[in-house]
């Protein structure tokens, strides 16, 4: 039987993302078929067997050096996309289902008569929960019948989301994201003194709450704990964190990385002490973390972590808070005084979690484990492999 995947345009961390989870669909034997608006260029994310079609889209047209908010430029690669649906009518021949990822191109497929599976990330789920009626309205209308399948990748994240999309109970899946371990290999850390070199990777915007982490910097500054920060992202709140850093004249401890390729971050990672994720609801628009996949590579890499402990992120990195005490530590939301006690005692009680308690936390998101998850989804919508179908080999991720 044949899956159809639509995604609407690739980033390098989608791309990681689709190509972990094709793979594993195909070793299982699914026949499946990629539509999307635009492919990368990517050494060794080839997959042999499967069928792609690009449809039309203009997402490298002159729009994107006028456009700065990151919503604005995916809602623009969104409704590209669902231009293009009579363009899908020759990929969607003989398909048992669709998976939609990333939840907006689900729209393309309201009258489908097979079961759609629309996978709602972060984005797409605070989308659909707090800013875009059209958007939110479309989603309760793809709701309709038990062979519509959404799936999240927290529970916090599906209950929230599922309570204002009106789901049944039924319709709601849970499925953990992928993690390339390949790209981010385990690498023991430690701390000989000097500045403590902190990173925080992720878009600039409000329930990302850089702005505390800033706020613990200069707290730590002011008290003379010496300590660094690389900030990687951009986004709408990008001009107030500058602002921020000019005011309290935190250019010599802060950078800001705009556009850091994936090596680039691997890198960063590498020569990093601690990982900080202060994420917390956004009180002006209501949005929050989904999963937080920078979290899962931190660690896969060896490094030390500090997590808010709100929501999504207490729900999956408490299982490595619990095992891990000085590895991994939870702060207050929202506290930059409680953050900034915490960096300070990783820097006084510098400890790289244990690796044994990584590996056995991380292999839950590997692409064994997550694809027997989607094979099990599939498998209840009656959607199995070909029995007849012996895949042939296919490459390792790349690393």
């Not at 690669?77 to 009518?89: D, H, S």
């Not at 401890?253 to 609801?281: E, F």
């Not at 973390?289 to 808010?308: D, Q």
């Amino acid at each position: 039987m044949t899956l159809l995947h639509a995604v609407p345009a690739y980033s390098r961390i989608n791309e990681e993302y689709i190509f972990l989870h094709l793979r594993s669909l195909m070793r299982q034997g699914y026949d499946c078929r990629l539509v999307t608006s635009r492919l990368l260029d990517t050494p060794d994310r080839e997959l042999p067997g499967l069928e792609v079609h690009v449809v039309p889209g203009r997402e490298s047209g002159g729009w994107a050096q006028t456009l700065t908010r990151i919503e604005s430029k995916l809602l623009r690669q969104y409704r590209e996309f669902e231009v293009a649906t009579t363009a899908i009518a020759q990929p969607t021949r003989g398909v048992a289902a669709v998976q939609a990822q990333f939840g907006m191109s689900a729209t393309n497929f309201l009258r489908a008569r097979v079961p759609v599976i629309t996978s709602m990330h972060g984005y797409d789920g605070n989308v659909a929960l707090h800013q875009h009626r059209e958007f939110r309205r479309a989603m309760e209308k793809l709701s309709a019948g038990s062979e519509r399948i959404f799936t999240f990748p927290s529970q916090h994240f599906a209950n929230q989301v599922a309570t204002t999309l009106k789901l049944a109970p039924s319709q709601v899946r849970v499925v953990r994201n992928y993690v390339n371990q390949n790209f981010f290999p385990w690498r023991p850390r430690q701390y000989d003194g000097g500045p403590l070199r902190l990173a925080c990777i992720g878009r600039f915007e409000g329930f990302k709450d850089q702005a505390t982490l800033l706020e613990a910097v200069r707290l730590l500054r002011d008290k003379g704990v010496d300590v660094t920060l690389d900030l990687v992202g951009f986004g709408p709140t990008e001009a107030r964190l500058q602002s921020f850093i000019g005011v309290h004249s935190l250019a010599d401890r802060v950078t800001l990385h705009a556009g850091l390729s994936r090596d680039g971050i691997r890198t960063l990672l590498y020569n990093s002490h601690v990982y900080v994720q202060p994420s917390h609801v956004d009180p002006q628009t209501g949005a929050e973390e989904s999963f937080c996949i920078a979290i899962m590579e931190a660690l896969a890499s060896g490094l030390p972590v500090i997590s808010s402990d709100y929501g999504a992120l207490a729900e999956i990195y408490g299982p490595m808070a619990q095992a891990d005490s000085n590895g991994f530590r939870f702060f207050e939301a929202g506290d930059a005084e409680a953050l900034a006690t915490v960096i300070s005692a990783s820097r006084e009680h510098y400890q790289s979690p244990d690796e044994q308690s990584v590996q056995r936390f991380i292999g839950g998101f590997s692409e064994e484990a997550v694809g027997q998850r989607w094979a099990d989804i599939l498998d209840s919508l009656g959607v199995v492999p070909d029995s007849a179908a012996s895949p042939s080999p296919l490459p390792d991720a790349a690393s």
